[in-house]
């Protein structure tokens, strides 16, 4: 998302102890913030950061806790202060600020925040400061051993395994449904919290619920042409099958000499699926699966897809993790709330490619990321060794919604200051255990766009899968080719 993200993570901040006005109703995948001071002027001690209004409005919220004072609290010097450079929300637009900065060899900022789908391209530039070398060994050590392996993957030099960036928050994506609609519609939901269903199950019950209840939709999910698509929503859906873009998790790292694998049976079955979802009387629908979704997928990212589900128009919904706590609480659905993770079309130990088959979850999320250029090297540093403490991570999961990058802290939260999330640790610690990367190369960003242009034309019917996938093959072949021929020369 993504994010956001998305990025893979487009969300709308939560939190138990305020609603952070600032930042209602701003999307990642195209809302702006409010523009920040810059940081020119600021007096000794302040470190620069950027980030969207949500992470702004629970570093100084206008009552109660806030992460400045949980990182005071964590051993920060108390000299030293975080300004918040407030950015666009669009994660693209937010990349391309921090090129345009960086490439100046421009500080402030002192501290960017990147998204986890495009921190490997700024490290590979040597554009990023090596945490390995910089920070105290003991603290490397607690983030390597303690974080989401996942997440770390993506702030990490892919040549020398060296620790560039530091997670600030995963998000992980998640299948939401109204447990009391398939409930009551004749389908037993009750193992679905620990073992997701097949997605024909799935997608029966959801359509049987659907036709007894007389909500609107069934399924809703993001299939706009944009990152959140490529990276994540039919990523989760594609490895559920035991598809890949680039043959299994081994390759998500390094670009230029692996497999081209858009155009297998498996990857062309998972979007006939979704076509079939859309439009089930297609030539190219899948025998045995019914129609759930509605045909505005194709133009939907995460908050046009919530809110159908949220007002109480959709059996199910696919999203990150904010929209457990928009939608788990009790003036909306409390215990109704079903969540689980991707349903499953082919069982891991069926699948050809490592890494995929099985359930899987999206990873989204940011990494904080110090500047070459800073004149407040040591500073910041400080700053990014006080965001490992656990009360820092607990803060901003409590303040802001925020899954912390050690997600075994979720059991340890306060319920009564995290709400609904708490009772879904279990699903969240599960994502966590099958969180899929996106292949963050320096190429993705490009052949990114290549993929989700395919998937939304054969989304909408406007190419068949096959023949989508075919013409993404031959894209992401030249793609792959003009890497191998730049890194050879």
Same mark, same amino acid.
């Given at each position: 998302?993504?994010?956001?993200?998305?990025?893979?993570?487009?969300?709308?901040?939560?939190?138990?102890? =305020?609603?952070?006005?600032?930042?209602?109703?701003?999307?990642?995948?195209?809302?702006?913030?409010?523009?920040?001071?810059?940081?020119?002027?600021?007096?000794?001690?302040?470190?620069?950061? @950027?980030?969207?209004?949500?992470?702004? !409005?629970?570093?100084?919220?206008?009552?109660?806790?806030?992460?400045?004072?949980?990182?005071?609290?964590?051993?920060?010097?108390?000299?030293?202060?975080?300004?918040?450079? @407030?950015?666009?929300?669009?994660?693209?637009?937010?990349?391309?600020?921090?090129?345009?900065?960086?490439?100046? !060899?421009?500080?402030?900022?002192?501290?960017?925040?990147?998204?986890?789908?495009?921190?490997?391209?700024?490290?590979?530039?040597?554009?990023?400061?090596?945490?390995?070398?910089?920070?105290?060994?003991?603290?490397?050590?607690?983030?390597?051993?303690?974080?989401?392996?996942?997440?770390?993957?993506?702030?990490?030099?892919?040549?020398?395994?060296?620790?560039?960036?530091?997670?600030?928050?995963?998000?992980?994506?998640?299948? $939401?449904?109204?447990?009391? $609609?398939?409930?009551?519609?004749?389908?037993?939901?009750?193992?679905?919290?620990?073992?997701?269903?097949?997605?024909?199950?799935?997608?029966?019950?959801?359509?049987?619920?659907?036709?007894?209840?007389?909500?609107?939709?069934?399924?809703?999910?993001?299939?706009? *042409?944009?990152?959140?698509?490529?990276?994540?929503?039919?990523?989760?859906?594609?490895?559920?099958?035991?598809?890949?873009?680039?043959?299994?998790?081994?390759?998500?790292?390094?670009?230029?000499?692996?497999?081209?694998?858009?155009?297998?049976?498996?990857?062309?079955?998972?979007?006939?699926?979704?076509? @079939?979802?859309?439009?089930?009387?297609?030539?190219?629908?899948?025998?045995?699966?019914?129609?759930?979704?509605?045909?505005?997928?194709?133009?939907?990212?995460?908050?046009?897809?919530?809110?159908? %589900?949220?007002?109480?128009?959709?059996?199910?919904?696919?999203?990150?993790?904010?929209?457990?706590?928009?939608?788990?609480?009790?003036?909306? %659905?409390?215990?109704?709330?079903?969540?689980?993770?991707?349903?499953?079309?082919?069982?891991?130990?069926?699948?050809?490619?490592?890494?995929?088959?099985?359930?899987?979850?999206?990873?989204?999320?940011?990494?904080?990321?110090?500047?070459?250029?800073?004149? =407040?090297?040591?500073?910041? &540093?400080?700053?990014?060794?006080?965001?490992?403490?656990?009360?820092?991570?607990?803060?901003? %999961?409590?303040?802001?919604?925020? $899954?912390?990058?050690?997600?075994?802290?979720?059991?340890?939260?306060?319920?009564?200051?995290?709400?609904?999330?708490?009772?879904?640790?279990?699903?969240?610690?599960?994502?966590?255990?099958? *969180? &899929?990367?996106?292949?963050?190369?320096?190429?993705?960003?490009?052949?990114?766009?290549?993929?989700?242009?395919?998937?939304?034309? +054969?989304?909408?019917?406007?190419?068949?899968? *096959?023949? +989508?996938?075919?013409?993404?093959?031959?894209?992401?072949?030249?793609?792959?080719?003009?890497?191998?021929?730049?890194?050879?020369?």
């Amino acid at each position: 998302m993504g994010e956001t993200p998305p990025t893979g993570d487009s969300r709308r901040p939560w939190s138990r102890r =305020r609603v952070l006005e600032a930042t209602a109703g701003v999307s990642a995948t195209g809302g702006l913030a409010i523009a920040g001071c810059l940081g020119r002027g600021t007096r000794d001690g302040t470190v620069v950061m @950027t980030a969207a209004t949500d992470v702004e !409005g629970i570093m100084y919220p206008d009552d109660g806790d806030s992460i400045q004072e949980a990182l005071w609290e964590a051993g920060l010097d108390e000299d030293i202060e975080i300004e918040i450079q @407030t950015v666009v929300s669009d994660s693209d637009a937010r990349m391309e600020g921090a090129q345009a900065a960086l490439q100046a !060899g421009r500080a402030p900022p002192d501290i960017h925040m990147m998204d986890s789908g495009w921190t490997v391209p700024f490290i590979l530039r040597e554009q990023t400061t090596n945490l390995t070398e910089e920070l105290p060994d003991d603290v490397v050590d607690h983030v390597e051993s303690e974080y989401l392996e996942a997440i770390l993957e993506t702030a990490r030099d892919p040549a020398t395994d060296d620790l560039h960036g530091l997670p600030l928050f995963p998000d992980l994506g998640f299948v $939401l449904y109204r447990r009391d $609609l398939i409930d009551d519609a004749g389908h037993e939901t009750g193992d679905w919290d620990d073992e997701p269903p097949s997605w024909e199950a799935f997608a029966t019950a959801v359509a049987d619920a659907n036709d007894d209840s007389g909500v609107q939709y069934g399924f809703t999910t993001q299939a706009d *042409a944009y990152e959140g698509l490529a990276c994540c929503s039919f990523n989760e859906v594609m490895t559920s099958w035991g598809g890949a873009y680039f043959g299994g998790a081994d390759n998500l790292f390094t670009a230029g000499d692996r497999p081209i694998t858009v155009d297998d049976e498996t990857v062309i079955d998972a979007i006939r699926m979704m076509r @079939t979802f859309i439009d089930a009387d297609d030539p190219n629908a899948l025998e045995g699966y019914p129609e759930i979704c509605p045909s505005a997928i194709v133009q939907w990212t995460e908050q046009e897809s919530l809110g159908p %589900f949220e007002a109480g128009n959709a059996v199910a919904h696919r999203n990150w993790a904010f929209a457990i706590s928009e939608t788990g609480d009790e003036e909306v %659905f409390g215990e109704d709330l079903g969540v689980t993770t991707m349903p499953v079309g082919v069982p891991d130990d069926e699948a050809e490619y490592d890494g995929v088959g099985g359930t899987s979850s999206a990873l989204g999320g940011w990494n904080l990321v110090i500047s070459p250029y800073t004149d =407040r090297h040591d500073e910041a &540093l400080q700053v990014l060794e006080a965001f490992t403490h656990d009360e820092v991570m607990l803060t901003i %999961f409590e303040l802001g919604g925020f $899954l912390p990058p050690n997600v075994e802290l979720v059991t340890e939260a306060d319920e009564g200051e995290i709400g609904p999330m708490a009772r879904y640790a279990p699903q969240i610690e599960r994502a966590s255990e099958n *969180a &899929l990367s996106r292949p963050v190369t320096d190429v993705w960003p490009e052949q990114s766009a290549l993929i989700y242009q395919e998937l939304n034309a +054969a989304y909408r019917g406007v190419k068949a899968p *096959a023949e +989508a996938m075919a013409d993404l093959a031959g894209r992401l072949e030249a793609s792959e080719s003009e890497v191998a021929q730049r890194d050879g020369g």
